[in-house]
């Protein structure tokens, strides 16, 4: 759980995981995610469906359902890879770590999913320290889990709080509105789970609403996916 809620990455990996049963093999390209009320993981349940089977892309909608509330909705885009002369990859920027932080997990204080990461603050403030700055960067491992499937790609590029919490002194809620998840390649199976890096930025904040930008990279430096996030503060 996260606050009264479980936590979003959770949801959308349920979301995904019933669209698995109608689409099982082909390549997961975006995922975009409306958090619409809290949702109890006891009663918490997912329905797919199709929306349109194309030559290039198969659309897909999963609704996240306690009893007949809906929690979230969920739009997975799938697609098939083919050729094209367009090749354009971001470089990782080099980030010191020196001073890094290593990132607590204090029971009924911090949210429940972190137990299952190991990370490290190399950038930014933590939550609630009255550090204003924009840009957060986090070194991630999952270290009891063997090896990286797409599901796990939701849960490291959803780990990063919201940025605006850092600015705060005082504790005070935030959670997520909307969530766009766009994955960069197919190849995200089998990979290492040590090594994993998450670059945040907090594009613009204004009148409780804030904007926050992901990029997760790789245990080979390389770029897996992009994210985006209209997010909501109360203080």
Not at 43 to 59: D, N, Q, V
Not at 116 to 135: D, I, L, Q
Not at 152 to 159: F, G, T
Not at 195 to 206: H, I, K, P
Request: glycine letters at 8%; proline letters at 8%.
């Amino acid at each position: 759980m996260q606050g009264r809620s479980v936590f979003g990455g959770l949801q959308t990996v349920i979301a995904l995981s019933a669209m698995r049963g109608l689409v099982p093999e082909v390549p997961l390209r975006s995922l975009q995610t409306t958090f619409i009320q809290p949702g109890d993981d006891n009663t918490l349940t997912a329905k797919a469906t199709i929306l349109r089977s194309g030559k290039s892309a198969i659309h897909v909608e999963s609704r996240l359902m306690n009893g007949n509330k809906i929690v979230a909705i969920v739009i997975g885009v799938f697609g098939s890879a083919r050729d094209s002369v367009v090749r354009l990859a971001p470089e990782k920027p080099p980030v010191p770590s020196d001073n890094s932080k290593q990132v607590p997990y204090v029971e009924g204080l911090t949210p429940s999913f972190l137990q299952h990461f190991e990370g490290r603050w190399v950038k930014g403030g933590f939550p609630f320290s009255g550090a204003a700055e924009p840009e957060n960067v986090i070194e991630l491992s999952m270290p009891t889990e063997p090896s990286s499937t797409e599901f796990h790609i939701i849960a490291l590029a959803d780990y990063v709080p919201p940025i605006a919490l850092s600015y705060m002194k005082r504790f005070a809620a935030g959670s997520s509105m909307t969530w766009m998840l766009e994955f960069l390649t197919d190849k995200v199976d089998g990979l290492p789970m040590q090594g994993w890096r998450v670059d945040s930025t907090m594009l613009a904040a204004a009148d409780g609403y804030t904007s926050q930008s992901v990029t997760l990279w790789g245990p080979d430096d390389q770029p897996v996916a992009f994210s985006k996030q209209s997010m909501v503060v109360f203080g």
